[in-house]
């Protein structure tokens, strides 16, 4: 497989914005589908983004706010005062994940960004806090159909990473799980699952739940 990366410069929607940002190009990866080009979320992917996650926001109104917000506060606001929460991270120029593209169409979603853009992580027995480090997290994926089952989410992994390292992270952290040959089904394999994480050279940490280990990708000193 052959995984460059390239510093761009993209021209935005319509043409009338043009910034520099990141690209980064997959070439022949054996089960992933060809031509896979992945970008931060800015503000002029945001329709692509809505494009991407469709009517329900991905699943049940999410908007991938789920890992953002207290339970109630999520529970309250479902739907579309989620979208618009998510609207303002972008528009406020923080950047809340990465998208694939397949053929120039938008395929997937990686939600990675330092661990303090996930509050409730730490409200979580499982999955608080292992030390004192800085570390990025890897919370969610999002794969159209038509793009399932065939290896993005390492492929999306991997440009994480990439991403994570340009911000200068030395850890990146995610939390999957282990479907141990059992079909997942809606949105269970949200949080990514450990052979992706693995093929993506994160390691198991620490696992305070059986089913649910902190995993971490250390970027190698340059
Ligand atoms: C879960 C999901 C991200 C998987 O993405 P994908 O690109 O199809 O996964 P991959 O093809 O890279 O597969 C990675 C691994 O997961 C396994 N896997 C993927 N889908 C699976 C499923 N439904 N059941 C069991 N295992 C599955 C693959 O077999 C593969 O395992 P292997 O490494 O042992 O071969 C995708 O199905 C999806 O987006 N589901 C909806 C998630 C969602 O709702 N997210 C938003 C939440 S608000």
Not at 180 to 196: I, L, N, P, W
């Amino acid at each position: 497989m052959d995984f460059s990366f390239h510093h761009v410069l993209m021209t935005g929607r319509g043409g009338t914005t043009a910034v520099y940002g990141l690209m980064w190009q997959l070439h022949s990866q054996a089960s992933s589908p060809q031509n896979l080009e992945f970008y931060p979320l800015t503000p002029d992917r945001w329709q692509d983004f809505e494009r991407l996650f469709g009517e329900h926001g991905a699943c049940s109104g999410c908007w991938c706010m789920w890992w953002r917000l207290k339970r109630s506060e999520f529970a309250k606001n479902t739907g579309q005062k989620n979208k618009r929460m998510m609207k303002r991270i972008v528009d406020s120029g923080r950047v809340p994940g990465i998208l694939v593209y397949a053929g120039g169409s938008p395929a997937g979603w990686c939600s990675v960004a330092p661990r303090e853009a996930y509050p409730v992580l730490d409200r979580s027995l499982t999955l608080k806090r292992i030390d004192e480090r800085p570390v990025w997290s890897v919370v969610c994926f999002f794969v159209a159909k038509p793009f399932r089952s065939q290896g993005l989410m390492t492929s999306l992994l991997k440009a994480a990473i990439e991403h994570a390292r340009q911000g200068d992270a030395k850890i990146i952290e995610g939390y999957p799980i282990e479907p141990k040959g059992r079909r997942m089904s809606g949105s269970e394999g949200f949080t990514g699952v450990t052979s992706a994480f693995e093929r993506a050279g994160f390691v198991e940490v620490i696992r305070r739940s059986p089913g649910r280990p902190i995993m971490r990708y250390f970027v190698p000193d340059s």
